[in-house]
């Protein structure tokens, strides 16, 4: 089974990358001799939920603000928008993304600053930035992104942390693929209780700020893997309508570890628990953990590097919804690992 491994591989997978990205430095100064006064992302599925981290990273870090691009404007309809002052990054698993390269190829005709985000130096992708920061997550073989996403996650990480220049940054992400390490064991427990909802048919997930693109993922890995019919939701846009939707049983991941978003998100693991929806929690916070109706416990992180090890039981908990239902979950029905759109 190759997702089971390629989950497992994670942390090494960031500890390669934390002893052997040195493309990140040279990245880091051209970015900062250019001077952009934004940044916009191209990217698709998992590699999108990736994008939304970078917005956060960007923009609480940098000062930077950051949209997310929109490829048809490129491909369909032919009308780029100005992008000659920006950063523009495209992130892609494959790198094979048309529609992603048309942002880029665009935006190198306008004179902006290019950089993409891969697993593979020779892909088109790669080609056509200016800058490319590599993975180093060795061939993916499962359809489902694991490793990759969170190398895409620790690539912005540390691209963030070389531009600030901050030592407390750079000594918190050396400690990152232990942290990694410790989530993955305390992933474990979730198989006990994963029969539980092998039955479901529906699902929320619930995070803000940084972890909105945790809660992103794990919604797009439990539909891919289990064909569940998952949303993942900002917990603030959540309460403006969605929230109608939600019964008795109804069950929702809260990603909510400690940090700035922390409060919120025990409101509405509150109201929710009072609605008796089944809520499953990810936190490294023992006080909500004990109210959630399951618990799905993390190290204690940094939060800008939260959503590393959070996504790791989602992960899990997706896998183990296929294996409960005896779904192919290296090969998920209707998927290929490289999809292109144009």
Request: proline residues 5%.
């Amino acid at each position: 089974m190759h997702l089971q491994a390629e989950i497992a591989q994670q942390p090494a997978v960031i500890e390669r990358l934390l002893s052997e990205g040195a493309a990140t430095a040279a990245a880091a100064k051209a970015i900062a001799d250019f001077n952009p006064v934004f940044a916009c992302i191209a990217a698709r599925g998992t590699s999108n939920n990736a994008a939304h981290y970078a917005q956060y990273m960007f923009g609480g870090m940098l000062g930077t603000p950051v949209m997310l691009a929109t490829p048809s404007l490129h491909t369909v309809y032919g009308t780029a928008p100005d992008l000659s002052r920006a950063l523009v990054i495209g992130i892609s698993q494959s790198g094979e993304a048309e529609d992603v390269r048309a942002v880029l190829r665009d935006a190198n005709q306008q004179g902006a600053l290019t950089l993409a985000i891969t697993n593979f130096e020779d892909s088109p992708l790669a080609q056509t930035a200016k800058y490319h920061l590599p993975l180093l997550a060795e061939r993916e073989l499962s359809v489902a992104a694991t490793k990759t996403y969170t190398a895409q996650l620790t690539v912005i990480a540390m691209l963030t942390s070389a531009l600030t220049g901050s030592e407390v940054m750079r000594k918190e992400l050396s400690a990152l693929p232990k942290l990694a390490a410790q989530a993955l064991s305390l992933c474990e427990e979730i198989t006990a209780w994963a029969q539980r909802y092998r039955t479901i048919n529906r699902l929320v997930t619930l995070g803000r700020g940084l972890n909105y693109a945790t809660a992103r993922e794990v919604s797009l890995k439990v539909k891919e893997l289990s064909y569940i019919a998952s949303e993942g939701y900002s917990e603030a846009n959540f309460r403006h309508g969605p929230i109608a939707a939600i019964d008795c049983g109804h069950p929702v991941i809260l990603v909510a570890p400690q940090g700035k978003t922390l409060a919120g998100m025990v409101d509405m693991c509150q109201r929710l628990n009072e609605m008796r929806a089944e809520t499953l929690i990810i936190s490294n916070n023992s006080d909500l953990l004990g109210q959630g109706t399951q618990a799905m416990t993390i190290p204690a992180t940094p939060e800008w590097l939260s959503p590393i090890p959070a996504v790791m039981p989602g992960q899990i908990f997706a896998l183990q919804q296929a294996l409960a239902r005896g779904y192919e979950v290296d090969n998920p029905r209707g998927l290929s690992k490289v999809t292109i759109t144009e």
